[in-house]
């Protein structure tokens, strides 16, 4: 269900219509704050607001690329630890029916 929210962003309102949570908006917000403070800070002259929501978005873009390659290694380790399980079963299953079957025939 839509509903209207109003968020500051680097010192400007912002009013939306979201069918978003409000809390979970804020959240970001405040994220997206957080990193405008920490630009201002570590900048010895004062960026348009534009120039420090391109920045902050650039940051945050990339957070989210690192994000999706460590993600994409992380599955790629998994699947491959899986599929090792899998072939260690397998060849311990196989050696305990061969086991079997030459006991089956003493």
């Given at each position: 269900m839509k509903h209207s929210v109003t968020?500051?962003?680097a010192g400007?309102?912002?009013r939306l219509v979201a069918d978003a949570d409000e809390e979970h908006l804020g959240r970001l917000a405040r994220i997206v704050n957080q990193r405008v403070d920490e630009l201002r800070s570590k900048t010895s002259h004062i960026p348009t607001s534009s120039q420090l929501l391109a920045l902050v978005a650039l940051g945050l873009a990339d957070d989210l690329v690192t994000a999706e390659r460590r993600e994409a290694q992380i599955s790629e380790l998994t699947r491959t630890a899986v599929a090792r399980a899998i072939e260690r079963i397998d060849r311990r299953i196989d050696l305990d029916i061969g086991e079997?079957?030459?006991?089956d025939t003493d």
């Open positions: 968020l500051e962003i400007t309102k912002f079997q079957a030459d006991s």
